[in-house]
């Protein structure tokens, strides 16, 4: 089991009041499932995103991530399971401006350590073409489209392999003609054998997933299966080859 | 085992990383950053152009000394501060020239020595003197170990000496001043209503140097003896040892015969004191290090204002760059790494502080050197200064930049993320 979080909760004190936006969460993702998490505004998706994605600490129950307890991680191990675990897709991209396309996917290698430069750029080369920018590596930020800022920054949530791609509401500062784009590149890496967990709100971004999760007020209220998507084994061996 | 080869790898990566940001972070805030540097400019500019000063004035004196001689060694009469002999009245400390016989056979170091007196009296020729001339009594060996030539005459001989004949050597300001013609061996001048007859002029003393100004260019120098029978004078000694390497052997001989032939006994401390040459040096290292001490704290508070200014700004980097902290961390940035990340850049700012200060130093320096007068056309910035700038700059990176970079390594990735 890839991620298996057993009663967790997240309680926000603002001033004297407590906010529960996580109100006892169990759930247990597969390795190369492909789940969207749907919700009104304020659900708790992303408190649950960044929980996953070992960004912030859930205040109770525990988080196994590939059977590993994350709790109990100091804030560096918890860097060291960002980096090498989990890539993280954020809403409004969050690419560093002063650096072009592949310095940005070139970031978590820096972070990793233990590869040479030589070795960091021909990764991050292979993650741009992978999401189709083979001709932007040298364009800034500012010199891409939003669609294209979005590859970027799946690129570099990519660059280290992670076992699972968390994604909280990729499509949200698009169009939905770019946004369909994104869905069908989400849709090849998962064919491919990526583990993806994203947020929508939107019910044809949700239809691409294989699983979909409802939230309310800090619960799972439904998990649904839509259709096993699933990759059999023969799948596999075609895509390897 | 693979762990504790790679960290330092790893380090060494993050470093030459964050030393590259750094740079850029500099680059693309240039305006900024050489503002924020202004007070370790002025620190390492100030430093390092006050050792070089002192580097300069130092040099010129050695230079200056090498042409003083430095076997030279003075004998002058001295009241031990404890002690009988404190309360000994000034006829039993002064020396007088008996207590000298001898000296050379017992002192095998001592190449020669002449007795000495020296006082200021008016001088006249005619209608024209000289107020507070300086009249030397010399012996004729005097001529062996100060190194200036008779221009004109002849030097004292042993029968001026024997014979404590009024006569004298003047310098040529002596002459000049007196309205003597270029050629006045002869002529008598009149010193303490005695008349002397000039037998020769002598050149000045080194003129232009550190020591040279110290006394006046107006000698007139009388036999010791005639010195000694007119005014029964205050006497010392000046020696020259055969090397200058022999020097601490020259003192241990005099001290030996002198405290023999004033008769000190075995407790009693010494009523004379010997000073060389590098006892002055000594005396300027102690000036120079206190110069250095003034100036180092005057450049301890710039380097302080600087480094406050440094705080200052890195903490508006922080702030700035708190969304950027926020991504690096959730793609796996350590708290360590991004500690080094601001560190590295406060500081290499520091470090670009230093270099625009030694640069501003090198050019106050050679602005030092131009100054006439005032002996430091030897002024130069050592390269050890150079290193100790850099590493008080450097220093204060660390120490002013600690506390923006904690801050940044503590930040929490999601609020970082949040923040506008
Ligand atoms: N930093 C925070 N401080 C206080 N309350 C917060 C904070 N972040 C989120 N919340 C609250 O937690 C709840 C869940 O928020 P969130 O997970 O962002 O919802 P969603 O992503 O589903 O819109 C909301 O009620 C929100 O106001
Ligand atoms: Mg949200």
């Known amino acids: ?241 | 085992m693979l762990r504790v080869l790679t960290a330092p790898l790893l380090f060494v990566a993050l470093l030459v990383q964050s030393i590259r940001l750094a740079l850029g972070q500099i680059w693309a805030n240039k305006m900024r950053s050489t503002l924020t540097t202004v007070g370790i400019v002025i620190g390492v500019a100030s430093v390092t152009s006050v050792i070089a000063a002192l580097t300069g004035l130092r040099a010129k004196v050695l230079k200056d000394f090498e042409t003083l001689g430095t076997n030279k060694i003075f004998i002058v009469p001295h009241w031990p501060r404890e002690g009988k002999f404190r309360h000994f009245n000034w006829r039993q400390i002064r020396f007088r020239p008996k207590q000298f016989e001898g000296l050379l056979e017992r002192c095998p170091s001592i190449e020669d020595y002449t007795l000495m007196t020296d006082r200021g009296q008016t001088v006249y020729h005619g209608v024209h003197s000289i107020d507070g001339a300086r009249v030397n009594g010399i012996n004729p060996s005097w001529h062996r170990i100060e190194n200036r030539s008779v221009v004109a005459g002849r030097p004292f001989t042993l029968m001026d000496e024997e014979n404590g004949w009024q006569v004298c050597l003047i310098t040529p300001d002596v002459r000049d001043e007196l309205r003597l013609d270029r050629d006045c061996i002869g002529r008598r001048i009149v010193i303490d209503r005695r008349s002397f007859q000039i037998v020769g002029v002598v050149e000045g003393r080194v003129k232009g140097g550190m020591f040279g100004d110290m006394g006046s260019s107006k000698e007139v120098f009388i036999p010791f003896e005639t010195a000694w029978r007119l005014w029964d004078p205050w006497i010392y000694a000046m020696a020259s040892c055969r090397k200058p390497e022999l020097s601490k052997e020259a003192q241990a001989e005099l001290r030996f015969f002198l405290r023999q032939s004033r008769r000190l006994g075995p407790g009693d401390p010494d009523t004379f004191r010997l000073e060389v040459i590098e006892e002055y040096l000594k005396t300027f290292n102690k000036m120079a290090m206190a110069i250095t001490a003034v100036a180092g704290g005057v450049v301890g508070i710039s380097l302080l204002v600087g480094g406050v200014g440094i705080m200052n700004i890195m903490l508006v980097s922080v702030s700035e760059r708190t969304r950027e902290i926020g991504l690096r961390k959730a793609v796996g940035a350590k708290p360590s790494a991004i500690l080094l990340q601001f560190l590295v850049e406060s500081v290499v700012l520091c470090l670009f502080g230093g270099l625009l200060g030694t640069l501003a130093g090198q050019g106050m320096t050679s602005l030092i050197a131009k100054i006439p007068n005032a002996s430091l056309d030897m002024a130069y910035i050592p390269l050890w200064a150079i290193g100790l700038s850099f590493g008080f700059a450097g220093s204060v990176g660390v120490f002013f930049g600690m506390f923006p970079a904690i801050k940044a390594a503590r930040l929490d990735p999601i609020e970082a993320l949040r923040h506008e």
């Open chain 1, 1 to 241: 089991m890839l991620i298996c979080l057993k009663n967790v909760t997240r309680v926000y004190k603002v001033g004297v009041e407590r906010i529960h936006a996580l109100a006892g969460i169990n759930l247990e993702v597969e390795p190369n499932e492909y789940v969207a998490v749907m919700g009104a505004s304020g659900s708790g998706k992303s408190t649950l995103m960044n929980i996953l994605g070992c960004l912030d600490r859930c205040s109770g129950g525990t988080y196994e991530l590939n059977g590993r307890d994350t709790t109990r991680l100091s804030s560096g191990g918890l860097a060291h399971v960002r980096n090498t675990q989990i890539g993280f897709v954020f809403q409004s991209f969050e690419l560093l401006p002063r650096l072009n396309a592949l310095k940005n996917v070139e970031l978590p290698l820096i972070y990793a350590g233990g590869t040479t430069w030589l070795a960091r750029r021909t990764r991050a080369k292979e993650k741009l073409e992978r999401v189709g920018l083979a001709g932007r590596i040298r364009h800034r930020p500012n010199q891409l489209s939003g669609g294209e800022k979005q590859r970027v920054a799946i690129a570099r949530a990519l660059s280290n392999n992670p076992s699972i791609l968390l994604a909280d509401e990729p499509t949200g500062n698009l169009d939905s003609h770019t946004s369909r784009d994104i869905m069908m590149l989400f849709d090849e890496l998962h064919r491919q054998g990526q583990t993806i967990v994203m947020v929508t709100h939107e019910e044809d971004v949700a239809r691409h997933a294989e699983r979909i999760l409802h939230m309310r007020d800090g619960k799972i209220i439904s998990d649904e299966h839509t259709g096993d998507r699933r990759l059999t084994p023969e799948d596999m061996e075609v895509d390897d080859a």
